[in-house]
């Protein structure tokens, strides 16, 4: 089984914190939403391979760390995901974004593909599959599934706010991806919204309803 890995940091608690206002607005919110998506890559990154690499300082020669094969790709989950990837970039910068169109269908609470347009070498790379809110689950285990159906296999999934339930399917459905969590909230209400949560991600991310 892959890791599960809640974020304790006390940048990312304060950050959510402000998310989870109603009174917070749109522009915040969307500015908050890539920050936070940056802390939570500084911790999804850690165990990326170096490589010792020669080179020269203004006063001799040394050997440096350098991330190894530079492979990455984030793919975003549209429309919520997209202001995640924009703040990962600014980390890093020369990653390939690949699209993923999904929404959930109101009643069913499943989700319906729209879209999906990802780098020619995606299978060859190590790919961050980011959405804010991970709540039955269903948008995260098609993405993945979708990823997985084009030979892509090294696969991570990062989001700000996770239900128990979402946790327990995606873990269930794909054991082998790590997921990064901002917080775990408590559960599902009986519309499929994420309690306490932060409400529609893509409605505060847009101005949305
Ligand atoms: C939201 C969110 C996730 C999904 C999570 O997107 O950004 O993609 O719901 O719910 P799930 O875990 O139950 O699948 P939404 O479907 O509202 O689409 P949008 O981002 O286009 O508004
Ligand atoms: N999607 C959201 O944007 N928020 C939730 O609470 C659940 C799904």
Redesign the pocket.
């Known amino acids: 089984m892959a890791a599960v890995v809640i974020m304790d940091h006390p940048l990312i608690q304060h950050k959510i914190g402000i998310m989870r206002r109603k009174d917070t607005s749109t522009k915040e919110f969307r500015d908050l939403v890539s920050e936070v998506a940056m802390l939570i890559c500084y911790e999804a990154t850690r165990n990326l391979p170096l490589k010792d690499v020669e080179i020269e300082t203004p006063l001799t020669k040394t050997v440096v760390k350098e991330i190894e094969g530079k492979k990455l790709c984030i793919a975003p989950?549209?429309?919520?995901?997209l202001h995640m990837a924009d703040g990962i970039l600014n980390l890093i910068p020369n990653a390939k974004v690949g699209h993923i169109g999904?929404?959930?269908n109101e009643e069913t609470?499943e989700?319906v593909e729209y879209f999906c347009k990802l780098p020619s070498d995606a299978a060859k790379r190590e790919i961050f599959v980011v959405?804010?809110?991970?709540?039955?689950?269903?948008?995260?285990v098609a993405a993945i599934d979708l990823l997985k159906k084009r030979g892509i296999s090294k696969i991570h999934f990062l989001c700000l706010i996770a239900a128990p339930e979402?946790v327990e399917r995606l873990q269930n459905a794909h054991p082998d991806v790590n997921i990064f969590i901002g917080n775990l909230d408590e559960r599902l209400n009986d519309l499929?919204y994420i309690l306490p949560g932060l409400g529609?991600?893509?409605?505060r991310i847009y101005g949305t309803k």
């Open positions: 989950i549209l429309r919520a995901g999904l929404y959930r609470l989700p959405d804010p809110m991970l709540a039955t689950g269903g948008s995260a979402g499929g529609d991600a893509g409605d």
